[in-house]
């Protein structure tokens, strides 16, 4: 099919009908409540018809419930209706409030697949990833999702260090993307970790998620094949009575010091800049992904005191056990009544902090997983943990080096795969993800 038949038909016919409202609303990038704005601007849609038949029809269902909705149609929920839009100055998917479902792939290229052949994959996969985020229905769609709005659905994009000399542009290289050095303890499965193109799938809604993976897998078919895949979870937005940091699986508020997008500082820790280098990932982002499995059963074995001494921050609302609330600044001097650190030394939160790494500063935006028992009965559980930084080597690394030499955190943890990708910045209508660097 030609760029210009797919060009018009993934533009053709919406999942959804078109709004009949636009409302812009604000979500900060991890938890609901963890502050701050969005750099890009999220769409409230409401719409009628078919894609709210659906909904509508979930009390009542069967043919009267049919009749009564052909004539009386509902909108779309506010959960259905949230578009995050796909093109930008950045991906989406990297400030953005973490959705409830995500996917995380990497795709090796196959044999033959030259830079021409991949500029076509990062157009098809632009091109669907624009239409399905708008709840537009993209060419090779299996129709999963088809009563679904785009439920605030992102899709990010990223190159490997494999995938740039595989196409050659080795000379392209960021420095930034060196590999990441090995890490004491860490247990690495090769065959889950790495790769040359990476996908990050988000969207409040199961379905909406799954089909955009199937819609992305389909259209890689002769340019690439998935090399590993990993899925997780957060909260359902609007689960809580209000807006609440997200929890992990340990129990923990997680999020609460992330930094917060429009503050000062944000972006030069979180994007490359204009005018950095190389030019083609100005606007772009370097992403850690790691799977870290949690031994949940020894930690739950804890007294809730020791597990607050593990992290420094209390459990039942993430206080730091330095006082105050929440939103309280950690103080890491600060002693209790014994003279002893308020914070342990060895705290997670002592260990992670800027102030403990020169400033080292990256947004976490992860997902938890729960893959169910491994061999001997244990939870196949944990993070997937996923940071965003302006550059990995003063960032994710140089707080992993020191997180792996004194964390209490370490011992429940075990972290089983490991990829770093150069995610560019966003693209315009007429372009696509990485057109900076295959058409440069
Ligand atoms: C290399 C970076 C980090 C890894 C790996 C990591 C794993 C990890 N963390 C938690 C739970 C929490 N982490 C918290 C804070 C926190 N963690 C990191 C970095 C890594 N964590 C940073 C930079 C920070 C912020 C430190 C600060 O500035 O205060 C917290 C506290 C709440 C919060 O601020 O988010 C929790 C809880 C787990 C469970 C985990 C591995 C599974
Ligand atoms: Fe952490």
């Given at each position: 099919?030609?760029e ?87 991906q ?13 792939l990497a795709f090796d290229l196959l044999p033959g697949t030259d830079r021409r052949g991949a500029a076509a994959l990062m157009r098809r996969w632009s091109q669907?990833a ?26 990010t994009f990223g190159f490997g260090r494999s995938f740039l000399t595989a196409v050659g542009l080795a000379d392209r290289v960021p420095e930034a993307l060196e590999p ?14 790495d790769g040359d193109l990476f996908v ?16 992305l897998r389909?259209l890689a078919a002769e340019a690439a094949r998935p090399r ?44 490359v800049?204009?005018?950095?280098e190389p030019a083609w990932m100005a606007?772009g982002?370097y992403v ?131 990829a770093l990708f150069a995610v560019p910045g966003?693209c315009?209508?007429?372009g696509y993800v990485g057109d900076r660097l295959l058409e440069g």
């Amino acid at each position: 099919m030609s760029e210009k038949k797919r060009t018009a038909s993934t533009r053709g016919k919406p999942r959804t009908p078109a709004p009949s409202a636009t409302t812009p609303a604000t979500a900060p990038a991890t938890g609901e409540g963890g502050g701050g704005g969005l750099s890009r601007r999220r769409l409230l849609t409401t719409g009628g018809a078919a894609g709210a038949v659906g909904l509508a029809l979930g009390a009542t269902g069967g043919a009267v419930g049919h009749a009564v909705a052909a004539d009386s149609p509902a909108p779309l929920t506010g959960l259905g209706a949230t578009a995050v839009p796909f093109h930008g100055v950045h991906q989406a998917g990297i400030t953005d409030r973490a959705q409830a479902h995500g996917h995380l792939l990497a795709f090796d290229l196959l044999p033959g697949t030259d830079r021409r052949g991949a500029a076509a994959l990062m157009r098809r996969w632009s091109q669907a990833a624009a239409a399905m985020t708008a709840g537009r229905s993209p060419d090779g769609d299996t129709q999963a999702a088809l009563d679904a709005g785009p439920s605030s659905l992102t899709v990010t994009f990223g190159f490997g260090r494999s995938f740039l000399t595989a196409v050659g542009l080795a000379d392209r290289v960021p420095e930034a993307l060196e590999p990441l050095p090995a890490f004491a303890d860490e247990e690495l499965d090769r065959a889950r970790s790495d790769g040359d193109l990476f996908v990050q799938v988000g969207a409040d809604d199961a379905l909406v998620a799954h089909n955009a993976v199937r819609v992305l897998r389909r259209l890689a078919a002769e340019a690439a094949r998935p090399r590993w895949q990993m899925t997780g979870f957060n909260r359902s937005p609007g689960a809580t009575a209000r807006p609440m940091t997200a929890r992990n699986l340990m129990g923990q508020i997680d999020g609460t010091n992330n930094p917060v997008p429009g503050e000062p500082g944000f972006d030069e820790a979180v994007f490359v800049p204009q005018g950095g280098e190389p030019a083609w990932m100005a606007g772009g982002s370097y992403v850690v992904v790691r799977r870290i499995r949690m031994l949940l059963d020894n930690w739950e074995n804890l007294s809730v005191e020791r597990q607050e001494r593990v992290i420094g921050r209390r459990k039942s609302d993430g206080a730091p056990l330095s006082g105050g609330d929440e939103r309280t600044p950690v103080d890491l001097g600060a002693r209790g009544a014994d003279g002893a650190l308020a914070i342990a030394g060895d705290a997670h939160v002592r260990v992670a902090a800027p102030e403990s790494n020169s400033g080292a500063t990256m947004l976490r935006r992860g997902f938890s997983y729960a893959d169910g028992l491994r061999e001997d009965g244990a939870p196949d559980a944990g993070l997937l943990f996923v940071a965003w930084q302006a550059d990995p080597r003063t960032a994710f690394t140089r707080v992993q080096l020191k997180l792996s030499r004194g964390d209490a955190l370490s011992q429940f943890v075990r972290h089983e795969a490991s990829a770093l990708f150069a995610v560019p910045g966003g693209c315009d209508p007429d372009g696509y993800v990485g057109d900076r660097l295959l058409e440069g």
